[in-house]
């Protein structure tokens, strides 16, 4: 690795931990250079232009995240059992400003904006993957598709805390986790 390479990886964490602080109100490129503990012009020296900043800074705050699920066992389970255990990781405390970040990004990709769109694609596909590579489902039963309900059902529940209804989510998930044919 260069010296330019560790301050690039250097101002990628400091600026994921600015957004997660932030959220994308401070993704423009003096709050995100001063973060950095460098001038906007070398933010650019560093990276090609903002749209790299960004999507850089979110997937390293994407890596964390995965880091933190590593925990999670990487023996396939039923869809029924990897939700609840999934919404217990991502309910701590400690991953509040991801989510929070996530539907921030979320929100942008559905309004269209760019990079948002591109950022969450890459970002979803990826989680996508991890849920996916982690599903233990009968035969004939698509694995993908199972994965992306999984998915949605965790994003809505990380939806409804947001807004105010983590009750309410938490019992939605005792829903989710009843035996088949309830």
Do not use: C, N
């Not at 330019?4 to 994308?24: F, K, Q, V």
């Not at 999934?86 to 309004?111: C, F, I, Y």
Request: charged share 20%; aromatic share 4%; no cysteine.
């Amino acid at each position: 690795m260069t010296i330019r390479d560790d301050r690039r990886a250097a101002a990628l964490d400091r600026m994921a931990d600015h957004l997660l602080a932030e959220g994308l109100a401070g993704a423009s490129l003096r709050p995100l250079a001063k973060a950095a503990g460098i001038s906007d012009r070398m933010l650019l020296y560093y990276f090609d232009d903002k749209e790299e900043v960004l999507s850089l800074t979110l997937m390293t705050i994407a890596g964390r995240l995965q880091g933190d699920l590593a925990a999670v066992s990487a023996e396939p389970v039923p869809p029924r059992a990897l939700a609840p255990v999934l919404w217990g990781v991502l309910q701590s405390p400690a991953m509040q400003p991801v989510m929070a970040l996530w539907l921030e990004v979320a929100a942008a990709a559905a309004r269209g904006q760019e990079p948002y769109v591109r950022i969450g694609t890459q970002i979803g596909e990826g989680f996508l993957d991890w849920v996916e590579a982690r599903l233990a489902v009968a035969p004939g039963v698509d694995r993908r598709a199972t994965a992306a309900l999984i998915l949605g059902v965790i994003d809505g529940l990380v939806m409804m805390g947001g807004v105010g209804q983590a009750a309410l989510a938490e019992r939605a998930l005792a829903v989710w986790d009843l035996p088949s044919g309830v």
